[in-house]
């Protein structure tokens, strides 16, 4: 399995952007699939997750302003980010598992990476 993140670029705070994910090879309805991001000098981190069903969980600070979500036919999954922060920051890196259940969909031990796409917000 393949995964082509894209959609980052440059903006300013409060301005949106959407991120996509396109897999190639593998059975997409059945992943779950998560968006992780990296800022300079920090951890990666969890930011949004969508199982096999629809069911969504997001890191508390992003909830309420980012949207994931997912077109089985395109095998494609999105990331709807609005009212975006200068903490926003970041490389964000989309990632699947076909075993992915949605208790743990915070632990980053994904099956499968994409190459990560940079996000960044200016002030």
């Known amino acids: 399995v393949q995964l082509q993140a894209s959609g980052g670029g440059l903006v300013q705070a409060g301005g949106s952007l959407r991120l996509s994910c396109v897999a190639s090879?593998?059975?997409?309805?059945?992943?779950?699939l998560g968006w992780f991001r990296q800022a300079p000098g920090k951890e990666r981190e969890f930011v949004a997750f969508?199982?096999?069903?629809?069911?969504?969980q997001y890191a508390h600070s992003v909830k309420g302003r980012f949207t994931i979500s997912r077109d089985n036919p395109r095998n494609t999954a999105y990331l709807q980010m609005n009212s975006l922060k200068p903490e926003d920051t970041g490389i964000y890196y989309c990632?699947?598992?076909?075993?992915?259940?949605?208790?743990?969909?915070?632990?980053?031990?994904?099956?499968?990476w994409g190459q990560g796409t940079l996000v960044t917000v200016s002030s």
């Open positions: 990632a699947a598992d076909p075993g992915r259940i949605f208790s743990e969909a915070r632990n980053p031990n994904y099956d499968y």
């Open positions: 090879g593998g059975t997409f309805r059945r992943y779950g």
């Open positions: 969508i199982n096999w069903s629809g069911s969504t």
